[in-house]
């Protein structure tokens, strides 16, 4: 009897830090319907649940069962080296995909497929700048810590904060990149009493909770 392998041109096994979020599972439904286009393609997915061991585990796996390629979604982006050796090892090609691997270049046979983080978080924070006419006080609503695309998004929004001397940031907390831990957070702030004029949330699953909080309370997002 044939192996499930031995069924398919190309079998590349999909590990994705975590299904239930937004994004992702967008991400995951792309990737599913590029993959029918192609000929002899199928993908194998699994769901890391946010766990830095079930994903190396799920990575093992694919080496194990000799897929033809591996791409990931890290859950951590500082705990990928383990993946990238291992994958390296068996000699499979490794794509990463919206999150960078912390660190040094990537080696070779190890690639990366994502937007440029800290230009995100510069784009976004000149549009808000102009928003506010240059003044007022900036809540920044952070992504997963354990992401460098946090990092990175909120060094940009940073960067070019230091263009504008009169915004302050008087905020900055995660919400996870969910939007229901954005509403619950922004409600905390709005309750706090604090005043915000604007939030810069590191992705638009944040944003739209936030937005939603604020219409909650009776005020106009926007």
């Keep these: 009897m044939l192996s499930p392998l031995a069924l398919a041109d190309t079998h590349i096994g999909v590990s994705i830090a975590q299904v239930d979020d937004v994004f ?18 199928t993908l194998q997915f699994e769901d890391a649940q946010g766990d830095v061991v079930r994903q190396l585990n799920q ?13 990931v979604n890290p859950v951590d982006t500082a705990a990928t080296a383990k993946i990238t050796a291992d994958a390296q090892k068996a000699k499979i090609p490794l794509v990463y995909v919206n999150r960078r691997p912390d660190g040094d270049p990537l ?7 994502g937007s ?12 808000l700048a102009d928003k506010m006419g240059g003044k007022g006080n900036l809540a920044i609503m952070l992504g997963l810590l354990s ?13 070019v904060l230091k263009d504008y001397p009169d915004i ?12 229901s831990k954005a509403m619950d957070l922004m409600n905390n702030w ?16 944040m944003a739209i909770g936030a937005a939603m909080a604020i219409k909650q309370a009776g005020m106009q997002p926007g």
């Excluded at 080696?107 to 497929?113: E, L």
């Design 24 to 41: 992702l599972a967008q991400m995951r439904d792309y990737m599913a319907a590029h993959a029918k286009q192609l000929q002899g393609v």
């Design 59 to 71: 990575v093992q796996n694919f080496t194990a069962q000799g897929m033809d390629a591996i791409i």
């Design 107 to 113: 080696p070779a046979g190890v690639g990366y497929v």
């Design 116 to 127: 440029d983080e800290v230009k995100a978080g510069e784009l976004q924070m000149r549009y």
């Design 147 to 159: 992401n460098n695309a946090t990092h990175n998004r909120t060094l940009g929004v940073k960067t």
């Design 168 to 179: 302050h940031v008087v905020e900055e907390q995660t919400a996870d990149w969910q939007r």
């Design 190 to 205: 709005i309750v706090s009493g604090k005043k915000i004029d604007a939030v810069a949330a590191n992705a638009d699953e």
